[in-house]
């Protein structure tokens, strides 16, 4: 017996959901709440690093501190770690139907969507092209985030995963 969503937030059995037994993401931006998943419409969608890196971070920290206080002038090497954990934190891509903002380690930039005439894909990355030919590289987008960019724009980008007509 195959089981998929019966629409009030629950797993079913598929043969009361019309056969399906999953569903793909569909576009619409969806928040939880005690009484189950209200859909929120189009509104801000923030793709940030994956915490799991932190982790990576930890680690990093317990190998290096033999290492860095091994002798007086390695220790420098403890910044490695930090420095993950505050990229991790720190860089961001947040779009709305207004813009994109951009943060880094250092600073950030808010583009409206009048001044971005493209999207630029290159090696699962995504870029920005703006209006005066300048590229702005959208940090922890992926090519795979595409619909969820494209839910957020406000319609102003095409779902790719759109159906044809």
């Not at 939880?32 to 890196?53: C, E, K, Y």
């Not at 501190?65 to 961001?92: K, N, Q, T, Y």
């Amino acid at each position: 017996m195959k089981y998929g969503n019966t629409g009030d937030g629950h797993a079913g059995d598929a043969s009361r959901t019309g056969g399906v037994a999953s569903t793909p993401w569909d576009g619409t931006l969806r928040s939880w709440n005690p009484s189950g998943w209200d859909d929120i419409g189009v509104s801000t969608a923030v793709f940030q690093n994956s915490r799991l890196h932190i982790l990576f971070a930890i680690v990093l920290a317990v190998c290096a501190v033999p290492v860095a206080f091994g002798s007086p002038f390695l220790w420098p090497i403890m910044l490695v770690p930090v420095g993950v954990v505050v990229w991790v934190l720190r860089v961001r891509t947040t779009v709305d139907a207004e813009g994109v903002t951009v943060r880094r380690i250092v600073g950030g930039r808010r583009v409206p969507w009048s001044q971005i005439s493209t999207l630029h894909l290159k090696d699962r990355r995504v870029s920005a092209v703006l209006s005066d030919g300048a590229e702005l590289t959208l940090p922890a987008v992926s090519v795979r985030d595409l619909p969820q960019l494209a839910a957020a724009s406000g319609g102003r980008l095409p779902d790719p995963a759109g159906e044809e007509a």
